[in-house]
């Protein structure tokens, strides 16, 4: 009942700054979370950062924070994920998803996710 689209990966430079997109359709006023989680080959989905939709508060990993920064714009239903000084250790897929109820940071709590956006982070 919710669709949602990842945009915005790609080559960068360690160092450098990207910003993903999260395009969200269909029932997005049911959405209570909104989380980006990625998942580099041979690892487990990892989380990222989380923001409530009406609200606003966020909260992310210790291993992006002061780097990552996540925001959504409800005009647009669309969420985003500000990444800068980023480290080749930051490589990897990375999913956005939203849940409908109370969630925290595990992946199984977040029902509806997209397909994915690739970054890579060159040394």
């Known amino acids: 009942q919710v669709r949602l689209v990842e945009s915005g990966g790609g080559l960068v430079q360690a160092g450098g700054s990207l910003r993903l997109s999260c395009a969200a359709s269909?029932?997005?006023?049911?959405?209570?979370?909104t989380a980006w989680f990625r998942q580099a080959p041979g690892r487990e989905r990892e989380f990222v950062s989380r923001?409530?939709?009406?609200?606003?508060?966020?909260f992310h990993a210790d291993s992006v924070k002061g780097r990552f920064t996540i925001s959504r714009d409800n005009v647009k239903n669309t969420a985003y994920l500000q990444m800068n000084s980023l480290k080749p250790e930051d490589a990897a897929v990375y999913y956005c998803?939203?849940?409908?109820?109370?969630?925290?940071?595990?992946?199984?709590?977040?029902?509806?996710w997209g397909q994915g956006t690739q970054v890579t982070v060159s040394s």
């Open positions: 998803a939203v849940s409908t109820v109370i969630t925290d940071s595990d992946p199984g709590e977040y029902g509806y």
């Open positions: 923001i409530n939709w009406i609200s606003g508060i966020t």
């Open positions: 269909g029932r997005t006023l049911s959405i209570y979370r």
